[in-house]
């Protein structure tokens, strides 16, 4: 059945194409399997809560945008009434137009946020409302001098019945430009967990509220899946939303932000805790995740574009471009990134566009079996992090342009026909243990420290691009200097040291790293033991050029580039990682055959590109 949505319409109705309601949430509260909800132009401030799933992929519920029409949901509202008082102006609202939700009166705050913080309190001082003239979001002051001082800003002061709004909108003319409010912490986003086998389509949706989210809460997002399975989220639009964008993560099932609360123990402990808790409610493949997050586009988050704890395993993300993530001044923390996501088992994320953002893609804890491929990175402040994880992942035909490209604080990882632009940075994560699974399952096999290394690196391209300010993220591979290249050689030196094998043992001595094929310029420093590849000292004069038709690549490499002799990395050739002793595979358990570069040409080749030659390059590696 086809309900239908559109200005002119009514909730009273029957949400006929003639006869629709005037609300996407009507709709949401009568569409059940197999219906399609049809939203017509217009801009709709409300909160969408469907109240109804489907039990299998046949009797998927769908949402979606009427053919050529724009439908824009926000989660503000309009203010008028703004009386100029000096340098600012100030504006009264009713409480009751927020609801049970004033995001003025609540504190941005939560375990991992690291400012600003409250010197007395250890508490967050900024709020989840946003003021916005003519679209543009200003920046929260924290006093009232600060706000006279500062163009694009505002203040807010909650009272019992009102809250009154201050704001600096510089040149702007309050009296002659919109001006809106968040009012809504979500745009989209259902009240209850297990709402599966739902499409949301070709929406605009922006202004939502939506507070910090580490791992240890519930993690709303402007639109969020809520703890459910078989979500398709494609050809939207996601911007402005105070932290997170898109959420596919943890349910709230317990005291939310415990570590900031009581500081009891670390807020690891915490973070353990969420995860058994979410376990034991359910975490599993047939419940939640395997997601299809495809072709939007996300800006303008505080926090993260897409985020998720859990919820998004066994999902597959591709053709977004994300970008102006986690860049306010307003806050940072320890979250952020354009795709930020703990526990992605076999989660694929491919044929992204991800730029201008604090974290390109951050895979945090259990990233297994986990593949990151074809995804171009550029002008982030750190394109990819991996942190304690155990294997097997694999970071295939990337190219990270920025000058931090990798922070590896992973073990088992391979690194497949990348080109890595800028510095890398190895460490490993020996005073604090996380699990690892059975072959593609939430079912835990074991608990381990992060001894790094464990790593193969084939067929990539390193050069030099960091800057003077950037110096601990080294290119190249020389922190794996010490590194055996095969396990026979570490199992035995471990021996030779020390007679016995305990777990303190093995983490005096460095783990493997198996390379071949790799090309060196810009007299990036190699593994010293990768005698299969080419180091050159010819500048690659690389770098990453944005025109109006798309992101171009250039790079110049030297005859010994090649003299290369790569070959098509498999599943057979990349063995096993040593700690979780699972291949490599598909996350069906079919063999990996990495035969296929960023645009989609044959292999095998050193890079991301099969096209890149001795000489001078230039190729468009994004269109738009």
Known sequence: ???????????????????????????????????????????????????????????????????????????????????????????????????????????????????????????????????????????????????????????????????????????????????????????????????????????????????????????????????????????????????????????????????TKYRRKGAMCYQFEAMFRGAREGWCREKVGSHIIRNNVIYNCGQSGIVGHMGGA??????????????????????????????????????????????????????QGTRLSCNLFHDNEIDVKIEVTHGPHIVDNNILGSAQGLQNAAQGGAYVNNIFLGGMYKYEVLDRATPYHLAHSTEFAGCTLVYGADDRFYNNIFANIQTEENKKFIPGLPMYEGCADSLEEYIETVWQHYGKCDVENYAKIPQPVYTANNYYGDGVVPYERDTASAVSALATEAKIVEEADGVYLEITLDSSFGA?????????????????????????????????????EKLPAVGALAALHAGKNRVRVWKK
């Open 564 to 600: 290369l002799a790569p070959e098509v990395i498999t599943t057979e050739k990349l063995g096993l990682p040593r700690i979780t002793e699972c291949p490599y595979d598909a996350p069906d358990g079919s063999r990996v055959v990495i035969n296929t570069d960023i645009l989609g």
């Open 314 to 367: 066994f999902s597959e993300i591709y053709g977004n471009e994300i970008y102006n993530i986690g860049m306010h001044d307003e806050f940072w923390g320890y979250e952020r990134g354009a795709i930020k996501l703990h526990a992605p088992i076999d989660t694929y994320i491919h044929h992204n566009h991800m730029h201008h953002c604090a974290m390109g893609t951050w895979l945090d804890w259990q990233a």
């Open 1 to 259: 059945m086809f309900y239908h949505v559109a200005k002119n319409g009514n909730d009273k109705n029957a949400g006929t194409e003639k006869s629709p309601f005037l609300t996407i949430n009507r709709a949401a509260q009568v569409a059940d399997e197999g219906d399609t909800v049809v939203v017509h132009e217009g801009v709709y401030r409300e909160t969408v809560r469907p109240a109804h799933g489907a039990r299998s992929e046949s009797g998927r519920i769908t949402y979606t945008v009427a053919d050529g029409e724009k439908v824009i949901i926000k989660g503000s509202e309009v203010v008028s009434g703004w009386v100029r008082r000096g340098e600012v102006w100030q504006a009264r609202v009713q409480n009751a137009l927020f609801g049970g939700f004033n995001p003025y009166a609540e504190l941005l705050d939560g375990d991992w946020l690291a400012r600003p913080l409250d010197p007395v309190t250890g508490l967050g001082m900024r709020h989840l409302g946003t003021v916005y003239v003519d679209g543009e979001a200003l920046t929260e002051a924290l006093t009232f001098d600060e706000l006279k001082a500062t163009p694009m800003s505002w203040l807010a002061n909650v009272e019992a019945e009102s809250t009154e709004i201050w704001a600096n909108f510089g040149t702007k003319d309050a009296e002659n430009s919109e001006i809106e409010i968040n009012v809504r912490k979500t745009c989209f986003y259902p009240e209850y967990t297990g709402v599966n086998y739902v499409t949301v389509r070709g929406f605009e949706l922006c202004h939502a509220a939506t507070p910090w989210a580490p791992p240890t809460v519930e993690q709303f997002g402007a639109l969020g899946v809520n703890w459910a399975k078989g979500w398709v989220i494609e050809n939207n639009v996601i911007h402005d939303a105070r932290c997170c964008g898109l959420s596919v993560g943890k349910n709230f099932s317990f005291e939310q932000n415990a570590y």
